[in-house]
């Protein structure tokens, strides 16, 4: 193998592993082990889905709206809504009300709180799912993400997938700078761009309606400070994807854990009478 071969087939993914570990690595621990603040309405939803609490006391929740029953029967026995039921053998009704556990408001946190700053995407999520009105005609938007259950206004799914893509890109930048699982590590990073870029580029430009190209944010392409978002994101992508295709290299942690590349068989050589019949 050449020189330079072999500089490309070492070196080459170890610079990029290096730029994607240390990218991903800083952005994930900014989420895992720094603090935001929030007041206000954004502290009232992450109330709302229980990460955080007011100082003072809780709302007091209201109380379910039980139905009116029809009047008992001439024996005294009380029915239910059911026909040929009785009282006992329907479902729960303070259940099946439509009852809501206690909501917090604005009005509940006067004052900043602090919190991680991977409760951020939790917000950005919510927003996703339950996007706001159109700011022009008033109409409402399509969400960017599906409502898994629809029962339920806060459901805990964001703050999972928050918490998901946090420690994502924490312990998958921490992997592929040091080169162990690199194209499990890699992969999880691409998934996260690629969410990234549904949920800030492409999704919003559909969703307003303004697409370039029917996906593409309608920037004006002399723009730059306005593409320079999502070609960071992009390139961020294509990096990641260009690691899993070609592996972490040589110069890497897997290389203790697994074999690597085999070495080229070498050529037979033929025994010294065949050599010497050939010369004659």
């Known amino acids: 193998m050449r020189f330079r071969d072999s500089v490309a087939l070492n070196f080459a993914p170890l610079f990029l592993r290096a730029a994607l570990g240390i990218v991903f690595l800083m952005a994930g621990a900014v ?13 009232a939803l992450l109330a709302n889905y229980g990460i955080i609490k007011p100082a003072g006391a809780a709302p007091q ?33 303070a259940l099946a009300s439509g009852w809501q556990p206690p909501r917090y408001t604005a009005a509940d946190f006067p004052e900043p709180v602090k919190v991680r700053s991977m409760n951020g995407l939790v917000l ?34 964001p703050v999972y997938a928050a918490r998901a ?7 998958g930048g921490a992997f592929v700078l040091i080169g162990l699982l690199t194209r499990l590590g890699a992969l999880g990073l691409a998934g996260t761009m690629l969410g990234a870029m549904w949920l800030t580029q492409f999704g919003p430009a559909i969703q307003m309606d ?10 004006a392409w ?5 593409w320079s978002k999502f070609l960071y994101q992009f390139t961020l992508f294509g990096a ?8 972490s290299g040589t110069l890497a942690a ?27």
């Open 222 to 226: 002399h723009d730059g400070e306005s």
């Open 61 to 93: 929740p209201t109380p379910p709206a039980v139905p009116e029953l029809p009047p008992p029967e001439e024996d005294g026995t009380a029915r239910g809504p059911g026909s040929g039921a009785t009282l006992a053998s329907q479902p729960n009704y």
């Open 254 to 280: 897997d290389r203790f854990f697994a074999t690597g590349p085999g070495e080229q068989p070498k050529k037979k050589r033929k025994p010294k009478d065949e050599d010497e019949d050939d010369e004659d």
């Open 124 to 157: 950005f999520l919510h927003s996703a799912v339950h996007p706001p009105l159109h700011p022009e005609t008033s109409a409402p938007l399509r969400p960017l993400w599906p409502d898994f259950d629809r029962s339920r206004d806060f459901d805990p799914w």
């Open 240 to 247: 990641a994807m260009s690691l899993f295709c070609t592996g």
């Open 31 to 43: 989420k895992v082990f720094h603090d935001m603040e929030v007041s206000g309405e954004s502290a």
């Open 165 to 171: 893509v946090a420690f994502t890109e924490l312990i």
């Open 210 to 219: 303004s697409a370039f190209l029917g996906f593409l944010p309608n920037h």
